[in-house]
């Protein structure tokens, strides 16, 4: 069955992947090769072509990243686009170096079959670096159906997940899965640079410094909530998990501050 999806992904049926990696991540074989087909699959249909996203890194623009997100991975609601992303980074935290030590609390999923960790030096490097084509696909598709982006690819209408209680009330889980694939494309970034050629390196530096905003926001937002900086620094951490925002206050808040910095940096 794996040869199937190896087979699958290579001709582009993301749909017969998707089915049999699914079976086989679910089960009790798993195992990080079946864990990475099963991320590879939903990326699939999420429309990563790493290849290409390569490519459109040499003309990413500086100004505004997250309008170039946008244009590279369009997405509507007649699509399932947007949902692999998410399927693929709960996922992708489950690919993990063999002997990882995770404390409970840096844990996800801990009694399935898959195990993960929201700590990204828990990952294995093919991991790590898929997550950074994966974030840019989450953001992307994100700003398609909920920002309502120009022609240019501007932002057309806020995100309205600003304060902690409507991050709260979002029961679809798309607001902290936002925080989540920002909080992930700036830790892949930052990895990902120094293995890329100069000018790739160059664009992907210069999205990073501008999109490490949204840390002062999201720092601003859970300080004024918890009053706890330390709080607020394990919040942040945890929010690699997209279901931190259903656990505590703190994630929530932080996830609010995050997404109203997005808000005002994305052009």
Not at 108 to 120: E, H, I
Not at 176 to 198: E, H, N, V, W
Not at 231 to 236: E, I, L, N
Not at 257 to 262: A, K, P, Q, T, Y
Request: proline share 3%.
């Amino acid at each position: 069955m794996i040869n199937e999806v190896e087979n699958a992904l290579t001709r582009g049926d993301c749909t017969t992947a998707l089915i049999h990696s699914t079976r086989l991540y679910e089960s009790q074989y798993t195992d990080n090769r079946i864990r990475m087909l099963y991320v590879s699959s939903q990326g699939c249909r999420a429309g990563i072509n790493m290849y290409q996203v390569y490519e459109e890194l040499l003309s990413l623009s500086s100004a505004n990243p997250i309008g170039e997100f946008v244009r590279i991975f369009p997405s509507s609601t007649s699509d399932s686009k947007l949902q692999s992303t998410w399927a693929a980074v709960d996922a992708l935290q489950t690919v993990m170096l063999p002997g990882a030590v995770v404390a409970t609390a840096d844990q996800t999923a801990p009694n399935s079959f898959n195990r993960g960790s929201v700590l990204t030096q828990d990952l294995t490097e093919d991991a790590r670096i898929y997550g950074f084509f994966l974030s840019m696909a989450l953001l992307g598709a994100s700003g398609n159906r909920f920002g309502n982006p120009s022609p240019t690819y501007g932002q057309g209408t806020d995100y309205t997940w600003t304060t902690k209680v409507r991050v709260q009330a979002d029961t679809t889980g798309t607001a902290c899965s936002l925080a989540t694939g920002l909080l992930l494309f700036l830790d892949s970034a930052q990895f990902i640079q120094s293995k890329l050629p100069s000018s790739s390196a160059s664009a992907v530096g210069a999205a990073l410094g501008i999109l490490n905003g949204v840390i002062t926001f999201g720092d601003a937002k859970c300080l004024l909530a918890t009053g706890s900086a330390p709080v607020c620094t394990a919040a942040k951490q945890r929010l690699l998990y997209r279901g931190a925002c259903e656990e505590t206050d703190a994630a929530a808040a932080y996830a609010a501050g995050l997404i109203e910095g997005l808000n005002t940096l994305w052009l």
